[in-house]
């Protein structure tokens, strides 16, 4: 038995890594996504973490838990400084704001020789991230989700998510619970870019634009928002598709997007809306009554 | 917990050179039931919406038992005692009766997210006192049987309810009713009376918006009319009712 989880990680170790460490992120991005924060800040976010734990495990050789912890801890900090203005937008504006801040922190990363190795970045990590840790940090965040889901703060935050102005006034503080869930967001989002670095050897300007940040924002909203497991769904399926698309390389990225596309068309509620499909037919026979704007 | 005055003074607002709101006075006297009426376009929603602190008022003062509340934030008002419904019905269509009522509860939840992280027993019980709460105001507005149905599927009249159940979640000291008969048929409206009637009786100051002169004169203690965003007429219902100035509102002039 042991032996054949040996093999089976000696084989596929660094996919098993790589869908642990997106569906943290996934997570991560839940927490902004659940009071419908579309952030593409993630990638900022990871790359001040992933760095500032580079710093601290190479630089000033404290241990390895200590550094993902600062830099999930600066990246929290960050984001409370760019969300107080940023929160205020709506919508696209918000999507807009949180990209412009994951653009300066790379071309930041792309000068600052002398903390980031500008754009050669920074070689020769130690590999101190290892799959029990990532193991045990995904169910810790699942149950912290979970938790949450269930409590009366869970409540509040689905009511931001469908009626922010309406929560508000029933006494919801809307802008303060949002402040502190994209903050939340920024720590793991932080933390896990520290765990990246210290999984590939290497961190570099352009591990952290653009397309991580859509990518993290995916993974929910192609799980399912409302489902507990939602967030890991999405992210192992995004994570194992490209490889089980591997016999063509031609059709890969075609089908992927293809197989996305399909997702939100027929199953806006995510992937993990195909299990409640009864009640929603049958909530769908009841007469519309969509509470008007 | 008392009723609370809700005294305006010289309130504007307006958008882009609009004028909504030209200059209201009012007062809702503490523990009783005051209308907001007139025609369409008048601003009683506007005002409305500068009482909760959904729009910054241009101008004027707005006190609640003599603090000044036209600054204030929305949750920081409702914080205050102040709870509302709305014209337009605003409730979570996929969740239950009893899961949009709790949402009014959420400012008498005392859990921290601490205690919700660690599980403590403190937010289960929390959670159970609240639930016990909002269960027994679904009973007051006659819809306990309801407590468990997704509020998408509910009839209008039931929806309005729903709201006003969660209004009362949040144990306000003034309820303000956006058009609360509004759709309802004559039944539903007679109950619907004696709804209000029972949470002025509660020890709550209601202010209420609404078309139907009929339900209106039921319910009201005093009515002020309101017509080009200005208050022309206030009153008892029998001294509102033969004003000229409100004729001429509703009815307009022989020769217009």
């Given at each position: 038995m042991m032996a054949a989880l040996d093999g089976f990680l000696a084989s596929y170790g660094n996919l098993v890594n790589l869908c642990l460490l997106n569906t943290l992120l996934a997570y991560g991005v839940w927490l902004a996504l659940a009071a419908n924060m579309f952030t593409l800040g993630t990638g900022g976010f990871m790359a001040v973490g992933a760095y500032c734990s580079v710093y601290f495990t190479m630089q000033l050789g404290a241990p390895f838990a200590v550094a993902v912890v600062a830099g999930g801890l600066l990246a929290a900090a960050v984001a409370l400084v760019i969300g107080a203005p940023v929160l205020r937008l709506r919508g696209d504006y918000f999507m807009l704001a949180t990209f412009a801040f994951t653009e300066v922190v790379r071309v930041i990363a792309l000068n600052w020789d002398a903390v980031t190795g500008g754009a050669i970045g920074i070689y020769g990590i130690p590999r101190y991230t290892e799959t029990w840790q990532l193991v045990l940090l995904v169910l810790i965040a699942l149950y912290f989700v979970f938790a949450l889901r269930r409590s009366y703060f869970g409540r509040s935050i689905a009511a931001i998510r469908q009626d922010d102005v309406m929560s508000e006034a029933m006494g919801v503080n809307v802008f303060g619970q949002r402040l502190s869930l994209f903050v939340a967001s920024g720590f793991v989002s932080g933390g896990v870019g520290g765990l990246a670095a210290h999984l590939n050897f290497f961190v570099g300007p352009s591990d952290f634009g653009l397309l991580r940040s859509v990518d993290a924002l995916a993974y929910p909203i192609l799980g399912g928002v409302n489902a507990l497991l939602g967030p890991m769904v999405g992210a192992i399926f995004t994570t194992l598709l490209p490889e089980l698309l591997r016999f063509s390389s031609q059709w890969r990225e075609i089908l992927?997007?293809?197989?996305?596309?399909?997702?939100?068309?027929?199953?806006?509620?995510?992937?993990?809306?195909l299990l409640r499909w009864r009640p929603r037919k049958a909530a769908a026979r009841r007469p519309s009554t969509q509470g008007a704007e | 917990m008392a009723a609370a005055e809700l005294e305006l003074w010289q309130v504007a607002k307006r958008f882009q050179g609009v004028v909504a709101v030209d200059s209201v006075s009012l007062t809702a006297a503490a523990g009783k039931v005051t209308a907001l009426i007139g025609p369409n376009g008048s601003g009683k929603t506007t005002t409305m919406n500068m009482i909760t602190g959904l729009y910054p008022t241009d101008a004027g003062h707005i006190r609640l038992d003599g603090v000044d509340i036209a600054r204030l934030a929305p949750h920081k008002v409702a914080a205050l005692g102040v709870a509302r419904t709305f014209q337009n019905i605003r409730l979570l269509a996929s969740e239950t009766t009893l899961d949009n009522v709790l949402l009014g509860a959420h400012r008498h939840q005392s859990a921290s997210l601490l205690d919700v992280l660690l599980g403590l027993p403190a937010v289960k019980r929390s959670e159970t006192r609240e639930k016990a709460r909002c269960e027994a105001l679904l009973d007051l507005v006659g819809i306990a049987a309801l407590r468990d149905v997704a509020v998408g599927g509910l009839s209008y009249g039931d929806r309005r309810r729903v709201e006003i159940a969660r209004a009362l979640a949040t144990q306000p000291r003034l309820l303000l009713l956006d058009e609360p008969a509004a759709g309802m048929n004559f039944a539903e409206k007679r109950a619907l009376a004696d709804l209000v009637l029972a949470i002025r009786d509660m020890g709550i100051t209601v202010l209420l918006i609404e078309h139907?002169?009929?339900?209106?004169?039921?319910?009201?203690?005093?009515?002020?009319?309101?017509?080009?965003?200005?208050?022309?007429?206030?009153?008892?219902?029998?001294?509102?009712?033969?004003?000229?100035?409100?004729?001429?509102?509703?009815?307009?002039?022989?020769?217009?």
């Open positions: 992927m997007g293809l197989l996305i596309l399909a997702v939100v068309l027929f199953l806006p509620g995510g992937a993990m809306s | 139907d002169i009929e339900f209106v004169a039921r319910v009201s203690d005093h009515i002020v009319v309101l017509n080009f965003g200005r208050e022309i007429a206030a009153g008892t219902p029998e001294e509102v009712r033969r004003m000229p100035s409100v004729i001429e509102a509703y009815l307009g002039t022989e020769d217009a």
